[in-house]
Every structure is written in structure tokens, then in C-alpha cells.
């Protein structure tokens, strides 16, 4: 079962500096019951303290200084940030702020890493099928793009595959309708009993293969979420905590 994956990046170009990054599962933590024993999110009845120590042992893990977390509303709105905390109403995070850790969470959504080709920038986003829709990802993209940034390399977290997602009909042609044919096409699947499904991670590498980066530089830390006991599912079990993508460009 999966707990922790992390590693390193490197920056392709001199002058850059590696980044740290960890992708969560649900184990490693102090929270107890339903959101044992790693959950990260504060928005579920799980206890102050413990979502605190969690959060510090993840930003330690990568060598953060701080943690900056964002509410997410299943949109497309970027922030940028240079402090830790918990920033309310956006999807995604961009910070050039050394030893900054900054983080996605979801429990079936992808959480999404990713490092900036002036090897200093780094980015998080949460996207499930609304993100797709709103096309979360080109936003952060976009965000860096307006800072000078390309994405180098991309990280996602634990997510439910197209297998486990079944939708209703009228959700995966809102999602054929609003992203581009080659998107559409990689995240839209039937399922075993036959209903359309959606795989969000499928998509979101499309998407990022749009912006140039190669699928050597995609990076899949973790597998389904509603398949493995592992992992937190909010469609599996309903009352759950949240996993993560972090990352933390190092200093100085």
C-alpha cells in the first residue's frame, strides 16, 4: 500500500536549483479514525492538532521552511505566494520563495507538481473533472508563463483512474465540450459496466503535453485512489481525509 513517495529535481538549466517534492498517501501521520493517519486537510472533522503535525512533518520531509495549502473550489484561480498558510478560494499556487513548501490536496482529484524552467519557480494545482473543464491547469501555466516560467517537470499524486469513475452521461460531454479534442479524448473512457467515465490524470498529461512538456518529464507518484486501501477516497469511503503533492524549491 502506498505511503510516501519523494524525490528530487533537478533543473535542466545552469543556474537553477533542485527542487523537493513528496506525493502522500495515507499513512505516516498522527490522525486517527477516518482520516488515518496522514490527512492534511483542515476542512474535514479531523483534529486541529493533528492536521497541524501532519502538515509540519510533510514540509520537513521536503525541506520546507513552511507549508502554503489551498482551500480549493474545484476552479481555475491562481495565486502566488511567498508565506506559509492557507489560501482560500484558488486552485493552484506559484511561489519563487526558497525552502517555501506549497501544496495540492485531493481524494480522487490529481494533485499536481510542477518545477519552472528558471529553476526557481514551483507550482501546485488541484484538478478533478470541473478543473478540467475550467482548464486549471493552463491557468497555472499561464501564471508562470507571465512570470518568464516554462514547466520543466510535472509531478501528480494519487487520483482515481477512468476505470473506478463512472459518470453520468451529461458530465463527460460537458467535459468533450470544453476541452480541447485531444484532452477530451485521453480522459474520457468507459467503464467495465459500460457508463462513460472520466481518468483526470490522463487528461491533465495531455493537457500539459500541450505546453511542451514531454511525457519523460511527467512523473506518476501514485496509483488509484478508490483501488488502493492506501490512499484516501472520498467516492470509496465518503468520510475521509486528504493526500497531497508538496514541493519546495530548495535554497538558498
Partial sequence: ????????????????????????????????????????????????????????????????????VMSAVHGAAVAVVDRPGVVPGVDALVTSTPGLAIAALGADCVPLALTGSDGHTVAVAHCGWRGLVADVVGAVVGVMAQRGVRVEHAVLGASICGRCYPVPQARADEVAQACAGDVAAEALVTCPDGQPGIDVGRGVRARLAHFGVPAARVLVAAGCTAEDRGLFSYRRDSVTGRQAVVIARMGP
Fill in 1 to 68: 500500500m502506498f505511503s510516501l513517495s519523494a524525490g528530487t529535481l533537478s533543473p535542466i538549466h545552469p543556474g537553477g536549483r533542485p527542487s523537493r517534492w513528496a506525493a502522500t498517501g495515507r499513512w505516516g501521520g498522527v490522525s486517527d479514525g477516518a482520516f488515518s493517519t496522514l490527512n492534511l486537510a483542515d476542512y474535514v472533522p479531523d483534529r486541529s492538532d493533528a492536521v497541524a503535525a501532519n502538515r509540519a512533518a510533510v514540509a520537513d520531509w521536503v525541506a520546507g521552511s513552511g507549508l502554503a
